[in-house]
């Protein structure tokens, strides 16, 4: 008796090993968006009006919030949000959780306002990282690439100038299998994210 208990035991062993790795492995159904991230220059200088690279975050779910979880390497971010209230919300850093509907602006100061001390900085190439969560449960992701280029003056078109052009290197969400969540771990999202800056 207590022999088949052991081959009992070792067996769902087995059985519950194999179905981590099932799990583990089972493929991911991504869907591609181009809705949820939305550039809104296409170049930025020093010189324009505005403050820095705008970038607008919408949720992929209609009529349903989600958080944005963004972080820059290079450069700073101002975070531009709307509180319960009503009242405008800016913030300043290399990172932090933004609602949908709320704004992101890149720049290359290295340091939050005010700026005498703090001059520009000189940025070749910076990735801003987007991670997208409903209710904690990974739903998405997304890659921005900020890149220092030149083009003609509008004043002098024989001159060129120094500015900084964007784009969404990638951009896809997780949708619900049969009502259900699909999973993925932070640390997996993140290889993803890694190798899409690195190809």
């Not at 005010?114 to 910076?126: G, L, M, Q, S």
């Not at 280029?149 to 024989?158: A, K, L």
Request: proline fraction near 4%.
């Amino acid at each position: 008796m207590k022999k088949k208990k052991v081959i009992i035991t070792a067996l769902f062993s087995i059985s519950l090993a194999l179905a981590l790795v099932a799990c583990k492995n089972t493929k991911l159904v991504w869907e591609e968006t181009d809705s949820m991230i939305e550039l809104e220059t296409t170049y930025w200088t020093e010189t324009f009006s505005i403050s820095g690279y705008i970038i607008n975050l919408k949720s992929p779910i209609e009529a349903q919030p989600v958080t944005f979880s963004i972080s820059v390497d290079e450069g700073l971010l101002a975070f531009d949000t709307i509180n319960e209230d009503g009242e405008r919300k800016v913030t300043f850093g290399k990172s932090d959780d933004i609602v949908s509907g709320g704004q992101i602006v890149w720049t290359n100061r290295n340091s939050a306002p005010p700026y005498e001390n703090y001059p520009y900085y000189d940025v070749e190439t910076a990735f801003i990282d987007v991670i997208v969560k409903e209710e904690n449960h990974i739903i998405g992701y997304a890659v921005i690439k900020i890149y220092r280029t030149s083009i003609p003056s509008e004043v002098n078109p024989n001159e060129m100038v120094q500015v900084y052009g964007g784009e969404v290197l990638a951009s896809s969400v997780l949708p619900k299998l049969n009502g259900n969540y699909q999973v993925i771990s932070e640390e997996e999202i993140l290889d993803i994210i890694k190798n899409i800056k690195h190809y």
